[in-house]
């Protein structure tokens, strides 16, 4: 357990148990033969506050010494200092029952309370150390070094920011990937957990592109560099992780107010407490006693330290899975979320069009090799599927001419192929048969006879059904936008079960449409945008919450979203969800049970039911129970 | 000009709260986030006098929670 403590915190640790150990014998002895009676006379007091004032000063003097320290700097309610008033208090308060005649007592309570004090600072250190280096397991992902190949060909072990764009980098199994590139010679496979939460390695060989981040797992590469450590994807990830606690949460806050008043009107309230009832009744000890276990709660700590732990520990849980959020306000609000827009393509679906059909089916070849023809200069992504699709080279010589919104017309010799939509054929006077099914279709004829269609379609995603219900349950609306007809659109909504959909949209559209849905939502509805990050960077930035899918490589989704699906996954919505709500029921709990028991304790003090002892082990163990309950959201969460 | 600034020796979340608000009070600072978990210090300050608000900020900085050392 040593081993793994900070050296301040061994070094206390020793102290505290030091002193623990002097203070359990001087109380033992205290209790055998009464050290209050050892001398006679009116100083019999001084033997016991001397023993007790040893144990005092070696668990407290750096309380004392920053006590006098803030208070030359003006930092009146400085908690070193309050906690020196009520056990300095308590010692007066205990000298005065002894010079007075009375029973000798208190002095074991003055050091108790400065004991347990720096007990529960001790934790409170221990536990957030632990649960920093336990979240930033993610910093991990930094890279230490890049092997940089000289011009002479050797390699050279540099710090990844002296490299720069166009070197060439050397990464051996089992290091660090420590800045984007291409490969340039190598067949590999990249473990990406760290970055995305995916456990399957990924394959890589020349031409591939690699990402920061990843490690290298079986075989050397030769990378060219293509971004600088400050832009690689490792830093964007790093940096944002590391900022995501500026954004505060509406809770967070609340409780930096809370602190700010807290600490003086529970100081004024004991001042109070001792001087009023101190007059009216001439009881001062009493009084006095009470006031002063009123200092020992007065500090916020409980509160200042567990709410922003709780939301870090929420970041650094989700960022295990894959999914980076840019501030605990984003977690506070997705827990509200309940308004959930898609956009279709690359988001539900792969938005990688497919050739799904071609009719007639016994022709398929021949009516793929005549689009082809005709699609084959094209770089519209239904044309590329096509070409992809007859796989084969095409012979060329024809003159191409693209209708622009119907489609392409290619010629050669007496030959004319039409290839396009359903206006295309019109337009020319070609009869055709629509087929069956979803998606676009493309009409292909040659020389004004009809030859028949291809069926090219987006494919959903094999999970996305099942996101759609589980958000469906959890009471959120869904709402696909697409730019598909209102037909396909409507058949791919009920195929996935979305509650709404908007069709016939273009891109422009989609903010407006965003814009819409915002202005028509309640005060309390939380309105996400999930996109794939290209081309809606507008409306992610627009919505309450942007969430962007398949982060890893791509800046401008990095950017403008409040948070990243580092992998390309529509399951980490409803798990995050998931950390979001227990997040948020931690940091409910902490913020509820520490005041109600801090107030408890204060109630119950100043009507003297509880003591100095209780007072200490509340605040002290409230610290530490919201701690604890704090490091409760880092756990581990269903994710299938 | 926006800097980061690792911390050492913040001990503990309300002195982080405290030193946040006096550095806020700053003249030039536009924005600073005291981050007591990350041990991290963000700075949002006029770009010329960076420096010079700096020195300020390490002034307050020791004034609020003496044992913790900004490292520039």
Known sequence: MFKNLSRKDRKNLIRIIVALVLFAAIMITDKIIVLGDVFEGPAAWALPFCLYLVVYLIIGYDVLWRAIRNIAHGQVFDENFLMCVATLGAFALAIYRGVTGQEIEGFDEACAVLLFYQVGEWFQSYATGRSRKSISALMDIRPDYANVVRGDGTTQKVDPEEVKIGDTILINPGEKVPLDGVITKGISTLDTKALTGESLPRDVETGGEVISGCVNLTSQLEVKVSKEFYDSTVSKILELVENASSQKSKAENFITKFAKYYTPIVCIVALLLAVIPGIVTGDWSTWIYRALSFLVVSCPCALVISIPLSFFAGIGAASRYGILVKGSNYLEKFNKANTFVFDKTGTLTRGNFAVAKIVPEERADEILHLAAIAERDSSHPIARSIVARYGKETEGGYTLTDVAGQGIIAQKGGDSMYCGNEKLMKANGIEFTTPEGVGTVVYVAKNGQYEGSILIADEIKPETKQVIGELNNMGCKTIMLTGDNQKIAASVAKDIGVTGYKASLLPQNKVEEVEKLLAAKGKNDVLCFVGDGINDAPVLMRSDVGIAMGGVGSDAAIEASDIVLMKDDLKGIPLAKRIAKKTMAIVMQNIVFSIAVKVAILILSAFGITNMWVAVFGDVGVAVLAILNAMRVNSKYRHN | ?72
Do not use: W, Y
């Open chain 2, 1 to 72: 000009m926006k800097k980061a600034f690792k911390l050492e020796d913040l001990d503990c979340a309300n002195c982080a709260a405290k030193m946040e608000r006096s550095i806020a009070k700053i003249d030039g600072v536009q924005s600073v986030n005291v981050s007591f978990i990350a041990q991290k210090m963000t700075i949002e300050a006029d770009d010329g006098r960076f420096e010079e608000i700096m020195d300020q900020v390490v002034k307050a900085c020791k004034k609020v929670e003496p044992d913790c050392k900004i490292l520039r």
